[in-house]
């Protein structure tokens, strides 16, 4: 992607978080602050692959900001991972952790690699030595990843034991909380993985009772079809979406009177992506980006709204299930086109909210229900979405505006009690 990439996602990000910064007149020396990571991480650390070889790899843990509490965020694998991508999601993990009031900071990791390349004995190596490479500068009072894209709960599950085996004998079972997104069965929480897709079927539903439509009304296309497109397209055609038009790294596919997504499930697991579904009509790419529907969840990459697309959007909403879809030019044309969007930091911030559970109940040694996970979740979910709706009527202000204003409220409230060291 560093090649296609128009300018620096990283400076996308701060150009994003200074407009609402504006709007506040934030002191100058947060925004200062803000501007940068505090830690910036790479390992290259080298693995043995199956055929005897050794291959070095790159691999990043960016640690954006920590005043609220502990760095938290995923850890990408993806073969386009570079430092200036990890750079820009810390950033938004910082102002999203601090948009939904979860007590952490922002920070996140990744390897330049593509997962689809190597056999699962590699993966679980790579994850090992890469954790190893890591050290003392995760833990789970100091920087706690989770799943992001090309990672999963194995993923973490290797990861927290691995750094279990680093850590001295009798702190071997209480580091489980180095990480979150685990499986049930080595310390995750149940709803954690569907997290993130709940919370963006929430923000969908918070939007149906401001404009007073109903979800049983609604047409949907989605891009990417994994933990957090999967599990969205699942959970919203089960509260009556129509959903008319998928896409993942395999294809895309439509059907005007609503894709079987339970199918649809079946099919990617069993064929490795949507390609082939039998049950709908294969298209191409841009086809997806011109379907008359009325939200358009992106929930793959970055920077997949373009100046083009967002022309061509035939949508009254955009829900940003993903980190960064809206390219920043493309914005004002959305704008223009009276196409509302809620932000990704407010959208797909279910995953760390549950995170943060998990951190919870892995600290007091205790197992929560699901719909006790559920009914704090959409709480969280919720009362950020209240104060969004409330500060952008009192600043006239975009819905992404506001939601960094609630951010940084909070963070502005912190620093000034506290002070910048020394
Ligand atoms: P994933 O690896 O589970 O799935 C990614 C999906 O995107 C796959 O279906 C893949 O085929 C598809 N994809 C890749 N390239 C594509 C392309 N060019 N066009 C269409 N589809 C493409 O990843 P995920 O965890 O679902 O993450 C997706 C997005 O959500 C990322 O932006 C991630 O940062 C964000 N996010 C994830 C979580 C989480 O809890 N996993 C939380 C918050 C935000």
Redesign the pocket.
């Known amino acids: 992607m560093t090649g296609t990439r128009q300018r620096s996602l990283h400076q996308a990000a701060v150009d994003q978080f200074q407009r609402a910064a504006d709007l506040i007149d934030l002191n100058e020396a947060y925004r200062e602050i803000l501007s940068y990571p505090k830690n910036e991480i790479i390992v290259n650390f080298p693995v043995a692959l199956d055929d005897g070889t050794r291959k070095v790899f790159t691999g990043y843990r960016i640690q954006h900001n920590n005043l609220l509490g502990p760095y938290k965020g995923?850890l990408?694998f993806?073969q386009d991972v570079d430092l200036d991508e990890v750079k820009a999601?810390a950033a938004w993990m910082t102002f999203k952790t601090a948009l939904v009031g979860v007590p952490f900071g922002g920070a996140k990791g990744g390897v330049t690699i593509d997962p689809a390349g190597y056999s699962d004995d590699e993966m679980r190596r790579v994850v090992r030595r890469f954790t190893h490479a890591l050290g003392s500068n995760i833990g789970p009072d100091h920087d706690i990843p989770?799943?992001?894209?090309?990672?999963?709960s194995k993923t973490m599950d290797w990861v927290m034991d691995t750094y279990a085996n680093i850590s001295p004998p009798g702190f071997r079972h209480s580091v489980k909380g180095v990480v979150t997104?685990k499986s049930i069965e080595v310390g995750g929480s149940v709803g954690r993985e569907e997290?993130?897709g709940r919370g963006v079927l929430y923000s969908l539903r918070h939007w149906c009772g401001e404009t007073g439509s109903r979800l049983d009304e609604l047409t949907a296309a989605v891009?990417?079809?994994?933990?957090?497109?999967?599990h969205f397209c699942e959970l919203a055609a089960e509260a009556g979406v129509t959903i008319t038009g998928v896409?993942?790294?395999?294809g895309?596919i439509t059907n005007e009177d609503g894709i079987d997504i339970a199918k649809l499930r079946l099919w990617?697991a069993e064929n490795g992506?949507?390609d082939g579904f039998p049950g709908a009509e294969a298209v191409d790419?841009e086809a997806l980006f011109a379907l008359p529907i009325d939200v358009f969840v992106p929930?793959?990459?970055?920077n997949?709204i373009t100046v083009e697309r967002a022309a061509k959007l035939r949508c009254s909403l955009i829900i940003e299930?993903?980190?960064?879809?809206t390219a920043a030019d493309a914005e004002p044309i959305l704008a223009d086109r009276a196409i509302e969007i809620v932000p990704?930091i407010l959208a797909?911030?279910?995953?760390?909210i549950v995170?943060y559970f998990e951190w919870l109940q892995n600290k007091s040694a205790r197992a929560w229900s699901f719909a006790d996970v559920d009914e704090r979740l959409r709480d969280l979910v919720w009362q950020a979405h209240d104060r969004v709706v409330e500060r952008r009527r009192q600043l006239d202000c975009t819905r992404r505006e506001a939601a960094y204003v609630v951010a940084l409220d909070r963070i502005a409230d912190v620093y000034d009690r506290r002070g910048i060291f020394p």
């Open positions: 995923g990408r993806h999601l989770a799943p992001d894209m090309g990672t999963s997104g997290a993130t891009q990417g079809f994994g933990n957090v497109g999967g896409s993942d790294h395999t895309t990617s992506g949507i790419t929930a793959a990459l970055e997949q299930a993903a980190n960064g879809p990704d797909n911030a279910g995953g760390v995170s």
